[in-house]
């Protein structure tokens, strides 16, 4: 994703994997997203509730990548 991704920020709702969460959207809609890579080496854990930043692609808009998590 690059730069016609769209930001948005939302809360994971469900787990599935170290990398595979649902994330519900702030306008309401609920994707599937992973973590970026630098999330991944960073070893940055999430758990739900987590309010988190997306990308999504304006090609898919079912699929996100997470970037930030809130502290």
Known sequence: MAKDAIK???VIT??????DYDV????????KAFIS????FHNIRMIPGDQ????IS?????????VFRHK
């Open 24 to 31: 519900l959207l702030d306008n309401g809609l609920e994707i």
């Open 14 to 19: 469900k787990i599935y994997s170290t990398k």
């Open 37 to 40: 890579g630098k999330m991944s």
């Open 52 to 55: 988190v930043d997306v990308e």
């Open 8 to 10: 948005m920020s939302g």
């Open 58 to 66: 304006p090609y898919d808009m079912t699929k996100g990548r997470i």
